[in-house]
């Protein structure tokens, strides 16, 4: 036999590979392999869900505490329905041509504002029933924002200011809660010893009749009558926030430092004062003071602040920029800023309507 027949016999002797069987060998070790990682992922994620759970019992029970979110500020609302409030606002507008206030009325929201009446007239004041308003130019415009509506003036008008005293300058704005008389400031230009509060009949603007004497010769100027119309709350100039009987007896401080003329809440229990720009609540019973913190501008100046007559909203004017105050409203704690009106001229003496 040759060698090449005896290589190939061999050959033959050989056991030939199990080719199937090792396919199915490599087979179960793979899906082995495939089995272990599909373990390994199980158990990764059940570590994983059992430290949230764990972490989320911490939080609940205080025991860790997660930082706090502090969201940037976001300034004054100009969205009239973020914070709904209701009633009428009567506000001064600055004419330049005039040199003086024009006075208009104004929704809270900033809505459907309209000219009162032109000319001259500053510090308008709604009446107890929210009809008419009292203005320092010395009347009364009845039905206010009404049809029909118009400006009554007080007594006889002599060529400079209206009567009943010649030399005596009035500036008569609040009402009693009965509206039958209204305190106005009064001064003389001319002999200092007159100057105080004095109150006029509010139909006609008679029967004058004087209720303070500023000892120092400056202005006493009247902020509200107490509710039951038994006081009166007014500020005095470079002095205290003080509060007298109607009947002009017993006048005393209610604070320490100077403020202007205060606004009494519905409640009567804390007066609403302004002073170096800020505004600031005063209990009516003790006298503390509590400032008012305003939404935080570079610069910022407050002043003319009164209630409305749900106690829940404050009217100001608020400069947030130099040169231009607008009327705003807020929450008696400086919350819910919203602005009302956004003009170039200057807007004072915002009051809202009972």
């Known amino acids: 036999m040759s060698d090449l027949q005896t290589r190939f016999r ?4 050989l056991p030939a590979p199990d080719l199937w069987r090792e396919a199915e060998i490599r087979a ?16 990764a994620l059940i570590v994983l869900l059992t430290l949230a759970i764990s972490s989320a019992a911490l939080v609940g029970l205080g025991i860790v505490k997660l930082p706090a979110v502090v969201e940037p500020s976001p300034g004054p609302s100009t969205d ?12 001064g507008r600055y004419d330049r041509f005039l040199g003086d206030f024009v006075v208009y009325l104004i929704d809270p929201s900033g809505s459907g504002e309209t000219m009162l009446l032109p000319g001259a007239h500053e510090a308008p004041r709604w009446s107890p029933d929210g009809r008419d308003i009292a203005m320092t130019s010395a009347g009364i415009f009845v039905n206010a924002g009404q049809p029909g509506g118009s400006f009554r003036a007080f007594t006889t008008f002599d060529g400079t200011r209206y009567l009943p005293d010649p030399t005596l300058n009035l500036g008569c704005t609040v ?11 009064g001064w003389d230009d001319s002999d200092p010893t007159r100057n105080g509060v004095y109150t006029v009949s509010s139909s006609d603007g008679g029967d004058l009749r004087r209720l303070t004497s500023n000892p120092d010769g400056g202005h006493d100027g009247p902020g509200d009558y ?9 500020g005095r100039e470079n002095g205290p926030v003080m509060v007298v009987s109607t009947d002009g007896s017993d006048p005393r401080p209610v604070t320490s430092d100077s403020y202007g003329a205060p606004s009494l809440s519905p409640d009567g229990r804390t007066l609403l004062v302004a002073r170096d720009g800020r505004l600031y609540l005063i209990a009516v019973a003790g006298g503390v003071v509590t400032p008012i913190t ?3 501008t570079d610069f910022n100046d407050a002043s003319g602040g ?8 404050i009217v100001l004017s608020l400069a947030i ?12 704690d400086g919350s819910s800023l919203f602005q009302i009106t956004n003009n170039g001229a200057d807007e004072e003496f915002g009051d809202w309507a009972p």
Request: hydrophobic share 35%; proline share 5%; net charge negative.
């Open 10 to 13: 061999t050959l033959d002797d």
């Open 28 to 43: 179960q070790a793979s899906q082995r392999g495939a089995t272990r990682s599909i373990s390994w992922v199980l158990i």
């Open 80 to 91: 009239a329905t973020v914070e709904p409030a209701s009633g009428r606002i009567a506000f």
């Open 175 to 185: 009402w009693t809660p009965d509206a039958s008389r209204l305190a106005c400031e």
């Open 226 to 234: 107490s509710t039951d119309g038994t006081q009166l709350f007014f």
């Open 294 to 296: 305003i939404f935080e």
């Open 306 to 313: 009164s209630w409305s007559s749900d106690g829940k909203w």
């Open 321 to 332: 920029r130099p040169g231009q105050w607008d009327i705003y409203r807020m929450r008696p």
